[in-house]
C-alpha cells in the first residue's frame, strides 16, 4: 500500500467569544504542520506551515450546526507560497449512538488561494474542494472524537486528485485521554 501521504498537524484554539444561550462560538487557533507527506506524490505541502485562522461555529435547529474558517498559512521556508483560505461545513449533530457517543456526518467546502515568497500573488487559480465526512465521538463525555471523509477537488482537477482524510480532536480542558469513557 501507500504509506504516509499527508502532512501531520497539531493546532491549539482558544475561545474568544461563546454564548450557550444562541449557540454561537468564536475562536482563535494556531496550527504547525510538519512536513511529513509524500511530496513526490503530491501529497503534503513539502515544508513546514503555521497557520492561524478565526473559527466561527453555529448551532442551528433540529441539530444541525455551521462552522466557518478563515485564515492564513504561512510557509516556514521563504522561498515556499504561503497561503490564505476559507472552509466552511455544514452537518448534523442528531444522530445518536449508545453510551453517550454520537455520530456527525457533514459537508465541507475548502477554498486555498497561493500567496508568493513577499506576499504577491502567484500565478495560480483557487483550489476548490468539497469534503463529505463522518465525524465519531469515542469517549462518551465527546471530549475525544475520530473523523474520516473524502477530499474531492472541485477546480483543477487534472493536476489535483481526491484524498481520504482522517483527524483525531482531543480537548483537554474537558478530560484526559484516560477520562470520560
Do not use: C
Amino acid at each position: 500500500m501507500g504509506g504516509w501521504d499527508r502532512d501531520l498537524a497539531f493546532a491549539m484554539k482558544r475561545v474568544l467569544m461563546s454564548s450557550l444561550a444562541a449557540g454561537s462560538i468564536l475562536t482563535a487557533q494556531v496550527e504547525v504542520q510538519a512536513p511529513t507527506g509524500r511530496t513526490d506524490r503530491g501529497f503534503g505541502a513539502g515544508t513546514t506551515m503555521i497557520e492561524g485562522s478565526l473559527l466561527f461555529a453555529q448551532r442551528l435547529p433540529a441539530g444541525w450546526f455551521v462552522h466557518a474558517q478563515a485564515g492564513y498559512g504561512a510557509a516556514w521556508n521563504r522561498g515556499d507560497p504561503d497561503a490564505a483560505f476559507v472552509r466552511g461545513a455544514i452537518g448534523d449533530a442528531v444522530v445518536p449512538v449508545r453510551y453517550g457517543r454520537m455520530i456527525a456526518p457533514m459537508l465541507e467546502v475548502m477554498a486555498e488561494r497561493p500567496i508568493g515568497a513577499g506576499g504577491g500573488p502567484v500565478d495560480v487559480d483557487v483550489d476548490v474542494d468539497v469534503v463529505p465526512q463522518l465525524q465519531i465521538t469515542l469517549s462518551a463525555r465527546q471530549h475525544i472524537r475520530a473523523a474520516g471523509g473524502v477530499q474531492i477537488p472541485v477546480t483543477d482537477r487534472t493536476d489535483r486528485s481526491m484524498a481520504a482524510l482522517v483527524y483525531v480532536l482531543w480537548d483537554w480542558a474537558d478530560g484526559a485521554l484516560t477520562e470520560g469513557w
